[in-house]
């Protein structure tokens, strides 16, 4: 049995290796890692340090021992992640998703998004990004954010922004302006609200370096790029709930449906079908083959007066 663990292991991992080497342009940097994170790269899973740079489709997994994490794209944009948070860089969205221009999509946990200043003479910084609960279509200095399950807030702390809220994995209103101070939440079946300012239990919840004003370090790591560290393949837990995502299915669907020849990452499909039907093709591909004529409808009927 530990043989075929270990020749399932090495398998995926040499599935994904390749896709280690990539000659892009990065999207972005880690600038600070102050404990554990973790980055799935197509299906592998690398360990992130300060340094290490990032590329579209990379998932940014902040653990229970995650302090802070802050990731500077190439243009200035600052997303700062708190511990277990969970995010994905220029994901390819589909369904009426596609239309959003988005830098990246939060799964869940609590993030700060910081716009820098552009020169006038230059187009101001796009900070969309989208939430199984709203999507954010702009955000004009910097904003605080905390997604949970059955739980939404948005505080714009230092100019306005733009969201758009989403129920039953649709557009559920017209785009809600949150203006500077303001603050928005949305707690199980109440209806939303954006009052005056945050309350005292979602700054408690914040990491201590939100509440502070850390300056890029973007500039550290122009010339020094760090390798990350390889912790080993994608198993099937890692990538259940991305599996899920509303709106990113058929993305993890295409990139991910060589693990099914795994046994173990089968089974996990496999155990939870209903929630991920379209994986469905994949696991039993001979229910979707053409199938053969039957002798009913090959056998022709005896013209009148043949013997045959």
């Given at each position: ?42 299906a592998?899973r690398?360990q ?39 995010a ?21 946990g ?13 187009p101001?910084?796009v ?6 609960a ?40 017209a ?24 309350t ?20 550290l ?45 089968r089974?996990g ?14 696991l ?25």
């Amino acid at each position: 049995m530990k043989n075929v663990v270990w020749t399932s292991a090495l398998w995926l991992l040499g599935l994904a290796l390749p896709a280690l080497g990539w000659a892009a342009a990065p999207l972005a940097t880690v600038t600070i890692a102050d404990g554990e994170a973790v980055m799935i790269r197509e299906a592998t899973r690398l360990q992130l340090a300060e340094g290490v740079r990032l590329a579209p489709g990379d998932l940014i997994e902040a653990t229970t021992k995650t302090r802070f994490l802050r990731i500077e794209f190439a243009d200035g944009l600052i997303l700062d992640l708190g511990p277990e948070s969970r995010a994905v860089l220029a994901p390819k969205f589909s369904g009426d998703r596609a239309r959003l221009a988005a830098r990246f999509g939060l799964l869940k946990g609590v993030l700060k998004l910081t716009v820098p200043t552009a020169p006038s003479a230059l187009p101001p910084t796009v900070a969309s990004f989208a939430t199984p609960a709203f999507d954010v279509t702009g955000v004009a200095r910097s904003a605080v954010f905390i997604v949970q399950a059955g739980e939404s807030f948005a505080f714009a702390e230092s100019g306005n922004l733009s969201l758009q809220e989403r129920v039953g994995g649709k557009p559920a209103a017209a785009t809600t302006t949150v203006r500077n101070g303001e603050f928005f939440a949305r707690v199980g079946e109440a209806k939303s609200a954006i009052t005056p300012r945050p309350t005292p239990a979602f700054i408690q919840r914040l990491p201590r370096p939100f509440l502070d004003t850390l300056p890029s370090r973007a500039a550290l790591f122009k010339a020094r790029e760090v390798e990350p560290k390889v912790l080993g393949p994608l198993v099937f837990a890692d990538a259940e709930d991305w599996i899920d995502a509303e709106g990113l299915r058929p993305y993890f669907l295409a990139r991910w449906k060589a693990l099914a020849r795994d046994p173990a990452f089968r089974e996990g499909v496999a155990a939870n079908l209903r929630a991920h039907p379209e994986w469905d093709r994949i696991l039993y591909p001979e229910k979707y083959q053409p199938k053969p004529p039957s002798a009913t409808a090959s056998y022709q009927t005896p013209r009148q007066g043949s013997t045959y």
